[in-house]
């Protein structure tokens, strides 16, 4: 068996979240009953005449300004044409020879290597509807709500040589798009989603060998999941000194295997020509200018400042700034108390109750707690009103309330007991029940001051101040 190395390139699909389809005032709403949200233009009705969404203009640009693109300040629509019921005009309308954003690419790290990403080009162009083949009946429907809504296709360089690179392409992107606004990111319901192009090559050759397409694989997981079956199925079709053919396949999630869907047709069977219905686009230098000016900090430099911050390391910061609110979230609660300590707040306890609780961790908003509450936490048992013990026990209650952690712990009587003659007292009630032990520790055992530090927080309930107990049964013992 020979060594093979693998190239692959991505394209992928991105919904824009504008209110109204790309060339009609059709609204873009998810899961509407099928055939509601449409018009004569939507539908593809003869004569009808698109008129361009600016907003999907604006958010395109965007995209392109945060992946280091270049701006065509004339882009032009051009129509694809290819019959699919679900197409009912005909053809598509995208953008073929002037996209609105060409030559720019991305950072990735995969295990420690930082690695650039080209991005070939990104243009607009709008969704095409659903079929649905209905279970158990001979006959499909053709649902038109989707249709027109607005895409950009980003279309990656052939620069990654692994799943693992092109995973983290993708959630790149994904972050990128998300932080911008433009997306949803939702991948369960197709808001983001990949096509991923795999060839293999022999080691040491410099060509490209044959690609395959894999349509449509929605998940991160099956992503990786699917390009590491691919390069395995192409390994032994080399290996058999069979060739790979240039096809599309499919992905089977469930069976965790790719099949072909059909031979890949050749670019130019989709006869483009500029859409004679549409003036190009064009955006002024001004427009450009206010456009970068509203781009927000995104998750590469967000990242870097999180590890300076925190000095946690990258796999932690980036679980922080998987969303922008989860970010925006930490970097307030981080303003008023020890970063560390707030993100290992946030990292823990916080996490957990999110997944416990089933509330998204990307929507703050939408939460009784407070950054100011975190904070407060981290003050708590810095200042040694409560341990850490108990701050991670009553995280979930104040999750769930909002309640102000002073008060809360006021309330339910959780103030650490750092009063010596309260705790010495309770320290004797201690050793008095226990001679035998005290014998034994006396006597050399000296691991059962563990044993003794365990019954005083039992008869404290957890509340006394640990490095109190330990100070009180030396000196005692
Ligand atoms: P098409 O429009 O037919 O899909 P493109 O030329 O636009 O073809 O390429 C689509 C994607 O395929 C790009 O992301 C590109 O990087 C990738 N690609 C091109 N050649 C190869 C190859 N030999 N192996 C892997 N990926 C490739
Ligand atoms: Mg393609
Ligand atoms: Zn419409």
Redesign the pocket.
């Given at each position: 068996m020979s060594a093979y190395e693998a190239?692959?390139?991505?394209?992928v699909h991105v919904q824009l979240a504008t209110a109204s389809k790309l060339f009609c005032s059709c609204p873009t709403t998810f899961g509407q009953p099928a055939n509601t949200n449409v018009c004569e233009v939507c539908s593809g009705m003869p004569g009808a005449l698109p008129v361009p969404n600016r907003q999907a203009v604006h958010y395109a640009a965007l995209v392109g300004l945060a992946t280091n693109c270049a701006i065509n300040r004339r882009s032009v629509f051009a129509r694809k044409n290819y019959f699919y019921p679900d197409l009912p005009a005909g053809y598509q309308i995208s953008q073929f020879e002037l996209p609105i954003c060409e030559h720019g690419f991305l950072e990735i790290d995969v295990d420690g290597v930082r690695k650039k990403i080209g991005i070939?080009r990104i243009h607009m162009e709008n969704d095409a509807g659903k079929n649905i083949h209905a279970q158990g009946e001979n006959l499909s429907y053709v649902d038109l709500n989707r249709a027109g809504t607005p895409l950009v296709e980003i279309?990656?360089?052939?620069d990654m040589r692994s799943s693992a690179e092109a995973v983290a392409y993708l959630k790149a992107l994904h972050g990128i798009v998300t932080y911008l606004g433009v997306c949803d990111g939702n991948m369960e319901e197709g808001s983001f989603r990949c096509d991923a192009?795999?060839?293999i090559r022999p080691l040491g050759v410099t060509t490209?060998?044959t690609?395959t397409?894999l349509k449509n694989v929605n998940s991160f997981r099956n992503v990786q999941r699917a390009i590491e079956y691919e390069i395995a199925r192409q390994q032994d079709v080399l290996d058999d000194g069979e060739s790979v053919i240039q096809e599309t396949r499919l992905y089977d999630a469930v069976k965790n295997i790719t099949a072909s869907m059909r031979s890949k047709e050749e670019?130019h069977d989709y006869r483009y020509f500029p859409d004679p219905d549409l003036l190009p686009v064009e955006i002024s230098s001004e427009e450009l200018e206010r456009w970068r000016a509203e781009l927000p900090e995104l998750p590469a430099s967000r990242s870097a400042r999180f590890m300076r911050l925190t000095g946690l390391p990258v796999s932690d910061v980036e679980i922080l700034v998987q969303s922008r609110g989860l970010a925006d979230f930490f970097e307030q609660a981080a303003a008023k108390a020890d970063p560390r300590k707030v993100a290992n707040m946030v990292l823990g306890p916080l996490l957990r109750e999110c997944n416990a609780r089933n509330v998204n961790p990307a929507k703050p908003e939408q939460w009784a707690m407070q950054p100011d509450a975190v904070a407060e936490l981290v003050h708590l048992v810095d200042e040694g009103m409560i341990s850490a013990k108990i701050a991670n026990d009553i995280f979930g209650d104040l999750f769930a309330t909002g309640d102000k952690p002073a008060e809360y712990v006021k309330k339910k009587g959780l103030a650490q007991i750092s009063d010596s003659s309260a705790l010495e007292a309770v320290v004797d009630d201690v050793l008095q029940a226990n001679p035998a032990e005290v014998t034994a520790y006396r006597g050399g055992k000296v691991k059962l001051m563990s044993f003794f530090v365990g019954q005083v927080m039992r008869a404290t309930r957890g509340k006394a101040n640990p490095a109190l107990v330990n100070a009180l049964l030396q000196k005692k013992l």
């Amino acid at each position: 068996m020979s060594a093979y190395e693998a190239i692959i390139g991505l394209e992928v699909h991105v919904q824009l979240a504008t209110a109204s389809k790309l060339f009609c005032s059709c609204p873009t709403t998810f899961g509407q009953p099928a055939n509601t949200n449409v018009c004569e233009v939507c539908s593809g009705m003869p004569g009808a005449l698109p008129v361009p969404n600016r907003q999907a203009v604006h958010y395109a640009a965007l995209v392109g300004l945060a992946t280091n693109c270049a701006i065509n300040r004339r882009s032009v629509f051009a129509r694809k044409n290819y019959f699919y019921p679900d197409l009912p005009a005909g053809y598509q309308i995208s953008q073929f020879e002037l996209p609105i954003c060409e030559h720019g690419f991305l950072e990735i790290d995969v295990d420690g290597v930082r690695k650039k990403i080209g991005i070939t080009r990104i243009h607009m162009e709008n969704d095409a509807g659903k079929n649905i083949h209905a279970q158990g009946e001979n006959l499909s429907y053709v649902d038109l709500n989707r249709a027109g809504t607005p895409l950009v296709e980003i279309v990656s360089e052939p620069d990654m040589r692994s799943s693992a690179e092109a995973v983290a392409y993708l959630k790149a992107l994904h972050g990128i798009v998300t932080y911008l606004g433009v997306c949803d990111g939702n991948m369960e319901e197709g808001s983001f989603r990949c096509d991923a192009n795999v060839s293999i090559r022999p080691l040491g050759v410099t060509t490209f060998g044959t690609r395959t397409e894999l349509k449509n694989v929605n998940s991160f997981r099956n992503v990786q999941r699917a390009i590491e079956y691919e390069i395995a199925r192409q390994q032994d079709v080399l290996d058999d000194g069979e060739s790979v053919i240039q096809e599309t396949r499919l992905y089977d999630a469930v069976k965790n295997i790719t099949a072909s869907m059909r031979s890949k047709e050749e670019a130019h069977d989709y006869r483009y020509f500029p859409d004679p219905d549409l003036l190009p686009v064009e955006i002024s230098s001004e427009e450009l200018e206010r456009w970068r000016a509203e781009l927000p900090e995104l998750p590469a430099s967000r990242s870097a400042r999180f590890m300076r911050l925190t000095g946690l390391p990258v796999s932690d910061v980036e679980i922080l700034v998987q969303s922008r609110g989860l970010a925006d979230f930490f970097e307030q609660a981080a303003a008023k108390a020890d970063p560390r300590k707030v993100a290992n707040m946030v990292l823990g306890p916080l996490l957990r109750e999110c997944n416990a609780r089933n509330v998204n961790p990307a929507k703050p908003e939408q939460w009784a707690m407070q950054p100011d509450a975190v904070a407060e936490l981290v003050h708590l048992v810095d200042e040694g009103m409560i341990s850490a013990k108990i701050a991670n026990d009553i995280f979930g209650d104040l999750f769930a309330t909002g309640d102000k952690p002073a008060e809360y712990v006021k309330k339910k009587g959780l103030a650490q007991i750092s009063d010596s003659s309260a705790l010495e007292a309770v320290v004797d009630d201690v050793l008095q029940a226990n001679p035998a032990e005290v014998t034994a520790y006396r006597g050399g055992k000296v691991k059962l001051m563990s044993f003794f530090v365990g019954q005083v927080m039992r008869a404290t309930r957890g509340k006394a101040n640990p490095a109190l107990v330990n100070a009180l049964l030396q000196k005692k013992l």
